[in-house]
């Protein structure tokens, strides 16, 4: 089997190498990463992946390449295609110049030769610095939005930025607001190895140092049209979507706003565009704005130098524009829905300049703008004080000399992020919901983070419920995730393939590539120097364990949560999940320094089961701590729905529902200040909403009218407007819905206030009708449980067309996991809230179990037992907590024993707290565990257990804190039930102390690492 999947591996290894060109790229640059020699003097350039020739860099080498001091550099360019217009930037006929193409063979062979690298952005996710490669990132602004670890939603989206600041040997930085960005947005205190310098910003010189007469004269050449007697006013529009790919309506937005205001402003100034890089193609093709359309290969900074009043949103480029001393307008049109999907550095009340949420507020400002400049100065010159201290236009001669030349001055401002505390990396899992990611959020949570740095490594959340978990670790913890794919050679990536299948043994010792692994940990974690200590908290996994033990690290340390040798032999369907990665990564224990089982019964046992792979001075105990705030106040979630605010992006076309005016809200604190702006609306008028609010029971759409936004329209005024009736089919077709957020089901469609949305992401559905709308088509879905009701096509993947009478509808509906609801009748929630389980009565007789619904756990038995209790105490009541792969085969027993009313399967829940205090004992049947949380939750809220007589059990347990099952059989689980009702539920003889038991295991812990 495992020889199978071996050479399975290999050939298809092999295909990837013979007909991937990127894999032979990426082999030509780990084959050549130690051959090839850094050559002095060189320096390669990349911004925005080679897409142009500007910014900080190009202040660089403008400098580099025209003062004597550096006539021995050569410079080296990077650049995405050998058409760009950018590279009329610098000179090519130059001896000292070089252009590369990105991701050709002389891109990679520079990046491993190039002494120096400078870069305003990330090189790709392959890239390792080398031993004495000097690597310059400077970044491309000062931020107003929130940023790293700081912006909402998955925390692994700046994967790659971390990674390359962790590389960098110095950090550009304009201003202390961008210092901050670094330290404390994507956490660097305390881990980074290299450089902070704050002493202004390269690419700024431009804008002070060019003057008004060489913009127009670029402006001239670029067949702009102008006139140099008035003032001029540049709109820069940041780039906010997600998809570069579905750009239509917000370029559509922004040229026909931007055509309303060049019209309004006609005869009395100048009016210029630049536009996010990412859209520039696509409204470079518009005829209507090409004469005042600024190239995107025209540095901003040069542009600016020539501009008397900017307008932008969350655009850096408004930081740069303080030097001037010159008005900013701030458009945020859609601010309410960005503050509350990315947030913002600075508030609005504390901006220099106003903020207009429509074009007509943009127009007012300009017309009064010596008094909006009265007004802002106080702000603006505050700020400016801030932001631009340093830029007098001699920023990139202190950078150059101080990098290039080793000059310095006490005045040149360094910072050293802190690295006084005691680093260390975990390793803790996938993050399901599992007993593993419970013991280790616990221990996360009781950490002292006054004396430790801690870095966790993980692999990128793919599920709502890893992503779920993974928000809940500490913020004063660093995520670092693993971007792209590992850099091996071929014949070590053949070699990772072997052990992983095969393990390590004597003879093919020799051949394990420990190199591999660790300049994969390098690409990781880049110069992040040696970690106290590495742990492997999860213990299951050869593919991270290999990594842990490849840290540079003073220690390194891997976890034993259960009886090992007895879960690599687990059946599950079967078959056995964790034989062969159990079985490899037994075979690299000799790697680690400390092996540390979660209870001492559990040690004993792995020491045995496991010794020859084990040395006795490796093993130790480290019990799992508690998160006792989290246990006792696991009450309901009592936040009144009104509270909190909820925006839906998504864009629909609508139409009036009758020709009148209407009262429309430009911002959501507008609609609840009833600040409302009276508007007339047609059914002539095009509207376009691109979010949903609801607010006490109300949807508002947030619209664009003519392809202008006006502001938010309570949604009874509105319905969808699709093409015609003719456009509704019939289809058989089965999909899976695939979104960022609960997918929105609609009863109606001319009826659109009656969206809702219902937690079913990643589940299949089976599509019965279509229609087409202007902007998406919509099916009528429905799953196992019936019709749900009309879904945007957009939130569909993996379409299949299915025949008139194929079964395998329901083969994909009945593959959907179940939501575990106490009334089947309610909607399922995906934060279920425990006020949602309302037959626990304290008439009954109430047993509570929880974890995993796995064999070792032992609820097959369970409630074979729970049936024999019920001939006697029919008004008992089982309720489980937990999913995982018995769930089905515990739904088929209970319908088998006709228990339906009895046992109730309810699902994982956050705080489970407020469901075991209601019920009368905890059960816990299991033929083993490691150290069991669960019991040891049961205890800090006072309940009375019952469990099975194992070691780990008993090292909860002992001889105080509850009683034993003596056997794992259903009858005499049965027999024990029936004894504890008998006796009225008895107490133990001792109570339970969380908190001295919490402090004892903390010591094990920091004895350990220390």
């Not at 006539?71 to 930037?89: F, G, M, S």
């Not at 127009?363 to 505050?382: G, L, P």
Request: net charge neutral; glycine share 4%.
């Amino acid at each position: 089997m495992e020889i199978t999947r071996f050479l399975s591996r290999v050939v298809r290894k092999s295909g990837s190498y013979l007909f991937s060109k990127q894999q032979r790229m990426m082999q030509y640059y780990v084959q050549n990463y130690e051959k090839i020699q850094l050559q002095e003097n060189t320096i390669l350039y990349e911004v925005r992946d080679g897409q142009t020739i500007v910014d900080s860099p190009f202040s660089f080498y403008k400098k580099m390449i025209s003062d004597k001091r550096f006539l021995n550099y050569t410079h080296i360019w990077v650049i995405d295609r050998l058409e760009n217009p950018a590279l009329q930037n610098i000179d090519r006929d130059n001896a000292r110049v070089k252009v590369v193409v990105r991701q050709s063979k002389q891109y990679f062979y520079w990046l491993l030769a190039a002494k120096f690298l400078v870069n305003s952005s990330t090189f790709p996710n392959f890239f390792i610095k080398k031993e004495k490669q000097i690597y310059i990132n400077t970044w491309h602004g000062t931020p107003l939005k929130t940023m790293g670890y700081n912006i909402p939603g998955d925390p692994s989206q700046s994967q790659n930025v971390v990674r390359n600041f962790l590389m960098a040997d110095y950090l550009l930085s304009a201003n202390p607001l961008m210092t901050k960005m670094y330290q404390n947005d994507y956490k660097l205190n305390g881990i980074f190895a290299g450089k902070i310098i704050e002493e202004g910003y390269p690419r700024i010189d431009w804008t002070v140092k060019y003057g008004k007469n060489n913009v127009f004269k670029d402006f001239d050449e670029l067949n702009l049209t102008f006139d140099p007697s008035f003032q001029s006013i540049l709109y820069c529009p940041t780039w906010k979507g997600k998809k570069i790919t579905k750009t239509n309506d917000d370029i559509e937005q922004i040229i026909q706003e931007t055509l309303y205001l060049k019209e309004k402003f006609s005869g009395k100034y100048n009016f210029f565009i630049k536009v996010h890089p990412f859209i520039y193609h696509q409204v470079a093709k518009n005829q209507r704005v090409k004469d005042f359309l600024i190239p995107d290969s025209f540095d901003a900074n040069k542009c600016l130098a020539g501009i008397d009043i900017l307008i932008t949103d969350y655009s850096s480029i408004f930081f740069d524009f303080l030097v001037t001393k010159k008005p900013i307008l701030f458009y945020v049109w859609d601010s309410d829905i960005y503050a509350h999907e990315r947030g913002s550095s600075i508030e609005e009340n504390e901006l220099p300049g106003p903020v207009a949420y429509t074009v007509q507020d943009i127009i007012a400002f300009v017309e009064n703008i010596s008094s909006i400049k009265e007004k802002y100065q106080t702000q603006y010159d505050a700020l400016r004080q801030t932001i631009a201290s340093k830029d007098n236009g001699y920023a990139t001669e202190r950078y150059l000399e101080y990098i290039f030349l080793g000059k310095s001055s006490q005045e040149l401002k360094i910072i050293y992020p802190n690295r006084e505390k005691e680093n260390i990396l975990f390793f803790p899992g996938r993050m399901k919901n599992n007993g593993i990611t419970s013991s280790f959020l616990n221990l996360v949570s009781n950490l002292d983070y006054s004396a430790f740095d801690v870095s966790i490594l993980i692999a990128n959340p793919l599920t709502k419920e890893e992503l779920k978990n993974v928000k809940l670790i500490p913020s004063e913890c660093r995520l670092l995730f693993r971007p792209g794919k590992h850099a091996y050679t071929f014949l070590e990536t053949i070699s990772d393939y072997y052990f992983e299948s095969f393990g390590v043994h004597a003879f093919s010792s020799k051949f394990y590539p420990q190199n591999a692994y660790a300049r994969e940990m390098k690409r990781l974690l880049g110069n992040s120097s040696v970690f106290k200590v590495a742990i492997d908290f999860s213990g299951y996994s050869f593919f991270w364990g290999k990594f842990i033990a490849a840290v540079n690290s003073n220690k390194k340390v891997v976890f034993q949560h259960n009886d090992l040798l007895s879960d690599s032999r687990r059946t599950v369907n079967g078959k056995q999940p964790h034989k062969t990665n159990l079985k490899s990564l037994f075979s690299i224990y000799q790697l680690f320094d400390r092996i540390l089982s979660v209870s001492q019964e559990t040690m004993e046992i792995n020491k045995k089961n496991l010794a020859q792979y084990i040395r006795p001075e490796q093993v130790g105990v480290v019990r799992n701590s508690l998160n006792i705030n989290k246990i006792v106040n696991s009450e309901v979630d009592e936040t009144c729905e009104e509270d909190v605010i909820n925006i839906q992006r998504e864009t629909v076309h609508l139409t009036i529902r009758k020709d009148s005016v209407f009262d429309l809200y430009p911002q959501i604190s507008s609609l609840l200040n009833k600040d409302y702006r009276a508007t007339h609306i047609t059914h002539n008028d095009t509207l376009r909403s691109v979010a949903r609010y609801t607010h006490q029971g109300k949807t508002y759409y947030k619209l664009i009218i003519n392809d202008m936004y006006q502001g938010w329209i309570d949604s009874e005024n509105v319905n969808f407007l699709v093409k015609s009736k003719v456009d509704l089919s019939n289809v058989q077709l089965i999909g899976t819905i695939n979104v960022s957020s609960d997918p929105v089901f609609y009863a109606d469609l001319n009826q659109i206030q009656n969206g809702f949305a219902l937690p079913l992401n990643k589940t299949y559905v089976f599509l019965s009708k279509k229609t087409v709308g202007l902007n998406d088509d919509y099916f009528l879905a429905e799953n196992e449980n019936g019709t749900l009701g009309w879904i945007k096509s957009s939130s569909i993947t993996n379409i299949h067309h299915l025949g008139k009478f194929s079964v395998l509808k329901w083969v994909f509906l009945f593959r959907n996991p179940k939501y575990s609801l106490v009334n089947p009748a309610e909607a399922p929630n995906e934060t279920r809230k425990e006020k949602s389980v309302p037959l626990i009565s304290p008439e009954d007789f109430n047993f509570v179990t929880m974890g995993r619904l796995s064999p070792e756990k032992n609820q097959i038995n369970l409630v074979r037992a729970f049936s024999t209790v019920l001939t006697s105490f029919p008004n008992a009541r089982l309720f489980i907590l937990g999913n995982g792969e018995l769930r089905k085969e515990l739904i088929s027993l209970i319908q088998a024993l006709d228990l339906q009313d009895h046992v109730w399967l309810l699902g994982h829940i956050d705080n489970p707290g407020y469901v075991l205090k209601q019920c009368d004992l905890f059960v816990l049947p299991s033929y083993y565990e490691g150290q069991p949380m669960v019991l040891l939750e049961g205890l800090t809220l006072g309940m009375k257990i019952l469990a099975s007589n194992i070691p780990a059990n008993r090292s909860v347990i002992g001889s105080d804190y509850g009683f034993y099952i003596n056997g794992t059989d259903a009858e005499t689980i049965a027999e024990s039930l029936v004894e504890q009702i008998q006796k009225g539920f008895p107490n133990a003889p001792r109570k339970f102390d969380p908190y001295a038991y919490n402090q004892s295991v903390l010591g094990e812990f920091y004895e350990e690492i220390m």
